[in-house]
């Protein structure tokens, strides 16, 4: 089993900079790629970046490109998403998707609101 815990959740101000860790643990192996996604209420749920464990891979989702860095800590088993010059439209859910042995295992999500 593969548990993924989110954190870093909270209130943002626009234009400044905000945080996100993606743990996981439990039978994890060396390598996995971890992606992030976020959901805004009452839309679809939207890819914000990638990364394979070896941090040679990312990939950013178009509204976030150029803001967004996500980064690893192999030892640590953490994956930190940053985001610069929050937007209001940066508030949503903020998913962290582990995949192992082609299973996806999903946090329960952490909450960003990016007050204007």
């Known amino acids: 089993q593969v548990q993924v815990t989110e954190s870093g959740g909270g209130l943002a101000q626009s234009g400044g900079s905000h945080r996100l860790s993606c743990k996981a643990s439990g039978r994890v192996g060396a390598t996995y790629p971890v992606t992030w996604f976020r959901q805004a209420p009452g839309k679809a749920r939207e890819f914000v970046a990638t990364i394979d464990w070896t941090g040679a891979f990312t990939s950013y989702g178009d509204s976030v490109k150029g803001r967004c860095t996500i980064s690893q800590d192999n030892l640590n088993h953490t994956v930190t998403l940053q985001i610069i010059d929050l937007k209001p439209e940066d508030t949503a859910v903020y998913s962290c998707?582990?995949?192992?042995?082609?299973?996806?295992?999903w946090g329960q999500g952490t909450q960003v609101t990016v007050s204007s």
């Open positions: 998707r582990v995949v192992v042995d082609g299973e996806f295992y």
